[in-house]
Structure formats: structure tokens, C-alpha cells
């Protein structure tokens, strides 16, 4: 063997030396990344467990809220006078998201409260509160 083939074939040891060694760091560092990840969680399973259930629970409360005001005898009354269908807005309520029913439920704690305080008729606020929830839950859904 002559000087210059030793030589040559010293470079192309090196040469698959390093494009081994880069291949080696390369695998690492694109591995590296899901490997942390699918082994640290900020949450247990546990706790976003019971924060869904926390979540569907309320909205469920929220919406068992609304139509049991929407079931009241002076509420459709209300309705009726105004010419609001309640199966329209009822329909609505049992379609509507989490954020848009916590809206209407917080008013309808409202007239909850204000019809259940003894009133023994619905005065012009009262009713107007009415009118304006239903309107503003047939504004959501339709949107």
C-alpha cells in the first residue's frame, strides 16, 4: 500500500467517524424531547378528572337552573304576552356552550331569586328581566 492510499483511506475513516457521531447526537436530540414529555404532566389524571366533573356539574346545574325558570307559570306567562315561543327557548338552552349558559344562568339566578322572595305578583322589572333573558338566550344560540 502506498502513502497516498493510506492517506486516502484515513480520511474516509474519519469521514464515516464523524457522519457516525453526528448521526449518534442528532437521534438524541430529536428523541430527547418526547421522551420528557410523555414523562412529566403538570396535572395528575386525577385532578383533570375531577375538574371535568367539577365543569359538567355546574353546567348541568346551570342549565336545570334556566328551565326550571323557564317552567314557571308567571315566566310563561311573561312569555306569552311578549309573544316568545318556550320551546324555542328552551331548545336553545339545551344546545348552548358552557360560557354562554354560565351568562344566562347568572340572570336567571336573578329572576329566580326575585320571584322566590315572596313576590306574589311579577312587577314591570321583574318582567322585564324575564324578557330580556329569553331574548338573550335566543341571541346566543342563534349567533
Not at 457522519?19 to 404532566?41: D, E, I, K, M
Not at 306569552?80 to 328552551?90: C, H, N, P, Q, S
Not at 354562554?100 to 326575585?114: E, K, P, Y
Amino acid at each position: 500500500m502506498n502513502a497516498a492510499s493510506k492517506t486516502s483511506f484515513r480520511g474516509a475513516f474519519r469521514m464515516r467517524m464523524y457522519a457516525s457521531c453526528l448521526t449518534v447526537v442528532f437521534s438524541v436530540l430529536l428523541g430527547a424531547p418526547h421522551a420528557l414529555a410523555q414523562s412529566t404532566h403538570a396535572a395528575s389524571p386525577s385532578a383533570l378528572d375531577a375538574a371535568v366533573q367539577q365543569h359538567v356539574t355546574t353546567t348541568d346545574a346551570d342549565r336545570a337552573l334556566v328551565e326550571r325558570l323557564l317552567n314557571r307559570p308567571d315566566v310563561k306567562a311573561v312569555a306569552a304576552g311578549a309573544g316568545i315561543d318556550l320551546r324555542t327557548v328552551a331548545t336553545a338552552v339545551s344546545t348552548m356552550d358552557s360560557a354562554s349558559l354560565a351568562g344566562v344562568a347568572s340572570q336567571a339566578r336573578a329572576v329566580d331569586r326575585a320571584l322566590a322572595g315572596g313576590q306574589s305578583t311579577v312587577t314591570i322589572s321583574t318582567t322585564a328581566i324575564i324578557i330580556g333573558l329569553l331574548i338573550l338566550i335566543l341571541v346566543v344560540v342563534a349567533t
